[in-house]
């Protein structure tokens, strides 16, 4: 276990242990304060009514009267908040002997005997995914990343609408459309092809009260199981998911394993659904339908029926998600969802239904705000829909034009266009990563591109300066002396390296994956002011150059653990 998890439990355990003698039994929680200022905080504000006294003055009494560890160098009283600084030259040769021994593994927290299940991205299967939806396959496989370094088995799901209305409007098209009606696309890949049979079948559908009711009877015929549509569904959306998968493998996600609606069908579990549903006193009637009211449960105005049931008997994609969510739970300890902010309503709904039917493990979610782009920045055709391809072609060819611009007298053509591939992804995923998921993002290339401020680039290019130190020196850097390592700068890098353990640890409970994205800027930040202050290859002892080239290497180790966790490629050059 790492200095660092272990400081936190034991100062954890001892403002218990203080704390209960004073009646407060809520849990501790901890603030990572400014570095001046300590490595852990407890705020007082809590304990003032309790122990009617100022939050300042309780802050002293606890500094006072808890006993010091030996872990712990000095507790400090600042205001309303306990201060607790670790003892420095222990964290020092802790923190470098860890990350040099676990090397890649650093950071990886002791395995856990609990499987998380991450669905993420499970867009409709009918066409490309486009770009306001890049945040979920983003996030949700910088999560699988997470959980997977804090020592979960952790599996990524893809939830497949092979039922509902719009893969019957593509298989209905790709029937009954012409090749010849369907515009030519910029892209040589199958969800591009193929979306265009969507296109055109869905206008056709709004005009013709037939092809209407041929499409509603697609669907009717898989909600009844039937094999043989079932498997034309799946031959009609193929080729979309395999261009989707393309798109995905592109931006380094993976998925383990697609979900199609229809298994729920056929294994009765919808039906048992219902059943239980409408044995709930919350499962009322109206013309047919069966829907829950949720008043009860804090949902207003016209959102308060649930309907699971349609007057015609179909089921809905929420009836069909509830049972879903049942098998997850049997095959999981931990589920986690990952759905844009215009889910929240049929999110809570199933939430309510699974209690109803009295499961416990109830999904955790991350809600994120979609992706939009500045007005004209895109060189897409007017009025055509932004794609994700279209998104990671423009970061690549813009990191080209950095590249070029930076080394392009240095660099052979293929070297360039290798790091600007390397350069643009990590770019893409950072931009969207650094950002809380709830809050909106304007994907800004200036922003995602910038070299000097909080990007990919930014953090990539110290990587790659540690690598080009390490490579310019012979010496031998297994025998060091972090005693030695006594500049400010120093410090502070080594206290940044210390917490990376922390914040896998904190990211994977929270659900925070953009707190790893500013940790690895900051780390970066630190490790930049360490070269500009301290010589490393110039220093003339002997014993400081060999122990500052142990420090580079141990930043340049965590820079690359971290990248990896977001899913960005850490160059050797740049």
Request: charged content about 30%; aromatic content about 8%; overall charge positive.
């Amino acid at each position: 276990m790492y200095l660092i998890i272990n400081t936190e439990r034991k100062i954890k355990s001892l403002l218990d242990n203080y704390l209960k003698k004073i009646g407060y039994k809520e849990n501790i929680k901890l603030e990572k304060p400014s570095e001046k200022l300590g490595d852990f905080s407890f705020p007082c504000y809590q304990l003032a009514k309790i122990l009617r006294k100022s939050p300042n003055d309780i802050a002293l009494d606890i500094s006072k009267n808890i006993k010091i560890p030996k872990i712990i160098e000095e507790i400090k009283a600042n205001g309303a908040y306990v201060n607790f600084f670790i003892d420095k030259k222990l964290l020092k040769k802790s923190t470098i002997d860890s990350i040099l021994k676990d090397n890649e593994k650093y950071g990886n927290l002791q395995k856990k005997n609990n499987k998380v299940i991450i669905e993420h991205t499970s867009a409709n299967p009918n066409g490309p995914l486009h770009v306001g939806r890049a945040r979920n396959p983003i996030i949700g496989d910088t999560m699988v990343r997470i959980f997977k370094s804090a020592g979960f088995e952790v599996e990524s799901q893809f939830y497949l609408d092979d039922m509902g209305k719009q893969v019957a409007i593509l298989a209905w098209g790709i029937e009954n459309v012409e090749e010849s009606e369907i515009e030519k696309t910029d892209y040589d890949k199958d969800d591009h092809k193929t979306v265009g049979f969507y296109q055109i079948a869905s206008k056709k559908m709004k005009n013709d009260e037939n092809i209407n009711n041929e499409i509603s009877d697609i669907v009717k015929k898989l909600e009844e199981g039937n094999k043989g549509y079932i498997d034309k569904i799946h031959k009609a959306y193929s080729p979309v998911l395999k261009g989707i998968n393309e798109s995905l493998n592109k931006i380094n996600i993976k998925i383990d394993k697609y979900i199609p609606e229809s298994k729920f069908l056929e294994n009765k579990s919808v039906e048992k659904v219902i059943k239980e549903l409408k044995e709930s006193k919350f499962c009322k009637r109206e013309d047919k339908a069966y829907y829950l009211d949720l008043e009860t449960f804090g949902i207003k105005g016209r959102n308060t029926k649930f309907v699971f049931i349609r007057k015609d008997g179909t089921t809905l994609y929420a009836t069909r998600d509830i049972a879903y969510h049942l098998w997850k739970a049997r095959n999981a300890d931990i589920l986690v969802n990952i759905l844009g902010e215009d889910h929240k309503l049929e999110s809570k709904q199933v939430e309510i239904a699974l209690k109803l039917i009295g499961e416990e493990k109830i999904p955790q979610v991350i809600f994120y705000s979609f992706v939009s782009l500045p007005g004209g920045k895109m060189s897409t055709r007017k009025g055509r829909v932004v794609y994700l391809d279209d998104l990671i072609d423009e970061c690549i060819k813009r990191a080209y034009i950095e590249v070029e611009k930076r080394r392009g007298k240095e660099l052979n053509e293929d070297k360039m266009k290798k790091i600007s591939e390397i350069v643009g992804i990590g770019a893409l995923r950072y931009n969207i990563i650094k950002v809380q998921p709830e809050k909106d993002i304007t994907f800004k290339w200036e922003e995602a591109l910038n070299f000097e401020g909080n990007s990919s680039p930014f953090i990539q290019y110290a990587h790659a300066r540690a690598c080009g130190i390490l490579s310019k020196s012979k010496e031998r850097i297994d025998e060091f002396d972090t005693d030695l390592l006594i500049e400010n700068s120093e410090i502070e890098l080594i206290k940044r390296l210390a917490k990376y353990p922390l914040e896998i640890k904190e990211s994977s409970e929270n659900l925070k994956p953009h707190n790893v994205a500013n940790y690895l800027y900051n780390l970066a930040s630190s490790f930049n002011q360490f070269y500009r202050d301290c010589p490393v290859l110039s220093e003339k002892n002997e014993k400081l150059r060999i122990s500052r080239l142990a420090l580079v290497n141990a930043s340049k180790i965590v820079l690359k653990n971290g990248l990896n966790v977001l899913g960005i490629i850490a160059p050797e050059e740049m």
